[in-house]
Every structure is written in C-alpha cells, then in structure tokens.
C-alpha cells in the first residue's frame, strides 16, 4: 500500500483510528460509532423529516392500483416483505460463530420482495414511480386524486416512450429501475459496473432495457451515466450517490415494520429494544431504513450496517468523517466481493451525513462467512438469499429483539443459488 494515503502517512492515520489496521488487511472488525446520539436530538437537525417520510407513504398508497395492474402478484398494490422468526438459525449462529446475543431472532424478508426481487424494491421503484408522477402531472394527463391504474394505458405509456431514465448500477438497482421504469414505458438505460451479474443483464435486457456494460467499478459506471444523462434533456438520471426520492423509498419500511411488529404483538421499548442489522453498499438502503427507524422507535432502536471486508465503504466514510472524499481503494483494499450488492468503493455523502449520529456501529463480514450463512439459512428455514443478503447475520450482539435485513434474493436463477448453496455446504465442512 501506498505510504501516503489522502496526504497523510499511513503511519499517522494508524495512531488516529487503530481499527485501520486490521481493516486494511481486510479482517472482519466491529466499529463502535462514537458519534451516535439520542434520536430527539439529532433527527431535527437533519436535511429530511418525519414527513418527508409519511408524504413518501402516502404516494406508495396512490400508486398501488397501478403496481396492482401491472404486477398481479402484488395483490394489494403495496410492495412488502414478511417478517419471520428465525430460531434455529439464532442456535446455529450462537454455535458455530460464537455470536453472543439474548433474544429473538428475526429475519426481514426483503430477499423476497416481489417486483424487484431485492430492497432496490422499496428505494428504486419508488423513485421511477415519483417521477412518473411528476411528469403526468406536470403536463396535466392526471390528478393527484385520480386513479392511478390509468396509468397503465397505451395513451400513457405513448407519453413515457418520450422520456428515458437512466441509472448506475452493480445490478440491482438497476434491475429495479429497468423493471418498473420499462413496464410504465419508459427507455431505460442501465450503466452496469464489473461487478454485476450476468443474469441481472440478462434479465433486463428481455425487457428492452439498453444495459452498458463496464469494466472498471461502480462509481465510473455511475459517473459516465451521469455525464451521459446530462446531455440529454429527456432523461433522469437515478443517482445513487445522492439521491433523497431513493432515501425516501427505503425510509418507508420502517413504518411498515412498526405495523408488522404491532401485528405479532411485539412492543418495542426501553426494557425490549430492537437491534436491526443491514447490508450497506453505497448507505441509501440502510440509512432511509435506519433514518425511518429512528423516527418511528427512537432510541429504543439500534441501527447497525454490514459491510464486505473488501469493501467497507461506509465504515472509512463515517470513521474519518471524510464520506464520500475517501474511498476503500485510498486504503490499498482491492474492493473485491461476491456480494456484489454491497461492492461499492464509496460512500454516498447524502446518506452518511444524516446517519452520521444514528448509526450504532459497523461490521465487516468475509465473503466465506457469507457463503456459510446462506447455506445456513436455506437449511434451517428454506429461505434463500443472495450473498450481500446474509451480510446482516454475522455481527448480532447484545439483548433485546434482533432481526437481520435480508435485502436481496429471489430473482437469483436456480442454478446460480445451488451454486452459491454448495459452496457455503463445502465451507461448513459438511459435504
Ligand atoms: C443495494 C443493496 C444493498 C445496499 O444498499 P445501498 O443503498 O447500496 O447501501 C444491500 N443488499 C443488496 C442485495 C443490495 O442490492
């Protein structure tokens, strides 16, 4: 590695933050927050509000007729995962990995999140789905108090056609945005990193959506799309790096999980809190989930992000302060994972700065251990989830409720998920 790093000898950063050491050789560490506040002090000083988020849940409820007609799986129009207990898992963590924790156990089924088939279901769906309202309305072809549905007919789809949307992806979004962005009408194109799937192309191209691929990793693939975008007035670009609509999308959930929770019969308070542990790429899933959280829980929630060893964007970012100035290659890591959600160099500014205070901590997690837990989680409860997805079981800690996001799955081709399967069977020694 370079001795120098961001002007500073490595020498010096090691004094400053200890932790470096062990993450530059990329060993799964655990990241106290010492920043992290109380919820009532900090959430008033940030750019986005409580209503920002119930305005957010409020256009999900306009567009359900919509979703409903073109997507008849999602029975009530309202894209939405279950909650599970996971009890056996919880042994099987406690066993083989040491965890140490008390409580239950659960699992946020975001894996299984239909229309997109992962958490880019809550974030990207919803920003295809605001700017298609804004168009509409903007050229007077609806009413906020219409029916939706309408929306679905040829005259609309024939005004879409005229617009473009455009986004950077390492797969997912991009999926999410190609799904929900072709089946209004609109031309997508989507500019994929390395590190995308040859299936989540694949897929997006059967719908007509324009995939660019690239060699180099996602922030040039965001970067070009952007600059690409830029020149042409009748596309948007979804930017992943900065985008509040995407915050939003993803804030929603927690309003939805109070309900799940209430429904169960399970109160959350001071005596039984809730620790949640969620995936992070560039931040804009785990901080909308973690900013909604804490308004909905306050301090009765503990918000903790999962990160690839290789790749621990967020962790440098919020750890130096510097966010989106650092990235993991500036510390000599490769960025190299399979979970290729999670394989981002840097940070999103815009979500490391409202969560800043409200994140409890961060771990990094090997790609060997996601495998394993995978595996895990197909035996024990049939569930199965993409790489990236098991990121949120490998650093429980504590007392109280504890639920792992899920955030990525069911679209994986069988073959593919068999694969990803053995291999966890083969790293737990149990062929
Ligand atoms: C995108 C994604 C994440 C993380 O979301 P960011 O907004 O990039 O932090 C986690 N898991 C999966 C499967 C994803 O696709």
Not at 114 to 142: D, F, M, Q, T, W
């Amino acid at each position: 590695m370079n001795n120098i790093v961001l002007g500073k000898p490595m020498e010096t950063w090691l004094n400053e933050y200890p932790l470096l050491k062990d993450v530059t050789h990329c060993k799964p560490v655990f990241w106290k927050n010492p920043e992290v506040g109380m919820a009532k002090e900090i959430l008033p000083n940030l750019p986005l509000t409580f209503d920002d988020i119930l305005d957010a849940e409020a256009r999900w409820k306009r567009f359900a007729s919509l979703i409903k007609k073109l997507f008849p799986k999602v029975e009530d129009g309202i894209i939405e995962s279950r909650l599970v207990e996971i009890s056996d898992v919880a042994k099987e963590l406690k066993k083989r990995f040491g965890e140490a924790f008390e409580g239950p156990l659960y699992l946020k089924c975001d894996n299984e999140l239909p229309v997109a088939g992962s958490v880019k279901a809550r974030g990207g769906v919803y920003e295809v789905l605001k700017h298609a309202e804004e168009l509409v309305i903007n050229n007077g072809l609806l009413n906020i108090t219409d029916d939706y549905s309408i929306m679905s007919g040829p005259k609309f789809r024939e005004f879409f056609s005229n617009y473009s949307i455009s986004v950077g992806s390492t797969g997912n979004l991009g999926l999410s945005i190609g799904i929900m962005g072709s089946a209004l009408g609109f031309k997508v194109t989507v500019h994929m990193s390395a590190d995308a799937k040859e299936w989540k192309k694949r897929l997006l191209r059967e719908r007509g959506v324009n995939v660019i691929e690239y060699t180099s990793d996602y922030s040039k693939a965001v970067e070009e799309g952007r600059r690409l975008s830029s020149q042409n007035p009748m596309d948007y670009f979804v930017d992943d790096e900065n985008s509040k609509d995407l915050f939003l999308g993803y804030s929603v959930a927690a309003l939805r999980l109070k309900k799940q929770l209430d429904d169960m019969g399970i109160n959350i308070s001071e005596d039984n809190p809730i620790n949640v542990y969620i995936p992070c790429g560039v931040g804009g899933a785990p901080g909308g989930i973690t900013f909604g959280l804490k308004h909905v829980f306050g301090d009765n929630v503990r918000c903790y992000f999962a990160e690839p060893s290789h790749s621990p964007c967020m962790l440098l970012g919020l750890m130096t302060g510097l966010h989106d100035r650092v990235s993991v290659f500036d510390f000599g890591l490769d960025g190299r994972t399979e979970a290729d959600g999670l394989a981002v160099g840097r940070p999103s500014k815009f979500a490391g700065r409202i969560v800043e205070r409200l994140v409890g901590g961060i771990f990094t997690v090997n790609d060997d251990d996601l495998y394993r837990m995978l595996a895990i989680l197909k035996d024990k409860e049939g569930i199965k989830v993409e790489p990236s997805a098991a990121a949120g079981l490998l650093g429980i800690r504590g007392k109280g409720i504890h639920m792992a996001w899920a955030t990525g799955g069911i679209f994986v081709p069988e073959d593919l998920m068999d694969e990803f399967y053995n291999k966890g069977r083969k790293l737990l020694g149990e062929e």
